[in-house]
């Protein structure tokens, strides 16, 4: 499945979780389109910010918004995102009912989508890992979490690795794709650090440069 996304592919970071986001990705020509989703009170609901359980209330760091606005969905973004386009759930919280949620959603509203999911919360993940429409992307935000992805993308039957930019290694990279996987790295700013991520071998960029994921576009000689 993972050869169902071009290489060097670009993912549109958090651009799903509202739809004018979303529209602006899609118009740059993202890949992918990224977004943070949440098994909230039994909806799938795609947003950053955290619930303050019961009370409706988004909060982040030192942000905080209402929370009883209609928040924008999974069932949206299936509807709103081409197929051509890949959408990249990144999973949130500790609810270990999100993946067979999520896949509840898909075959009610696209049965025959394929879509990615990363994460660091593994055991979300590995609940669907063996789906046949989920490529999953095991993430890797420190060094340690590095040997526990490793086992669990050796196992998995779409070995794929979404890494911190600054935590790519050469030996890391190699491994993954001897494998035959895909390695996505994200927080990457600059078409210089693409670059240079790029000459290591890594196959895809997380990115909230509009301007870079055009440059990707262009590299790869799409019109």
Known sequence: MTDRIP????SAHRAGNS????????????????TDIWLHNGRLELRHKRTLGPIP?????????PG????YLLRDLLRDVPDEVIIFLDFKGNEMGLGPAVLQELQQFAPDRIIATCGRNYPQLQVIDD???????YSVGEEEEWPIAQRLIAASTTPALSILASLATQDKIDWVTELGGRVVCWGVHS?????????????????????????????????
């Open 7 to 10: 290489k060097p592919f670009v």
């Open 19 to 34: 739809r004018e986001a979303l529209l602006r990705a899609i118009d740059a020509g993202a890949d992918l389109i990224e």
């Open 191 to 223: 078409t210089s650090e693409m670059e240079r991520l790029a000459a290591m071998g890594v196959d895809g960029f997380t990115t909230d440069s509009d301007e870079l994921i055009k440059a990707i576009r262009q590299q790869r000689g799409d019109a």
């Open 57 to 65: 209330i988004l909060w982040e760091r030192w942000a905080i918004e």
């Open 68 to 71: 009883w606005k209609p928040r």
């Open 131 to 137: 789906a046949p429409s989920i490529i999953t992307f």
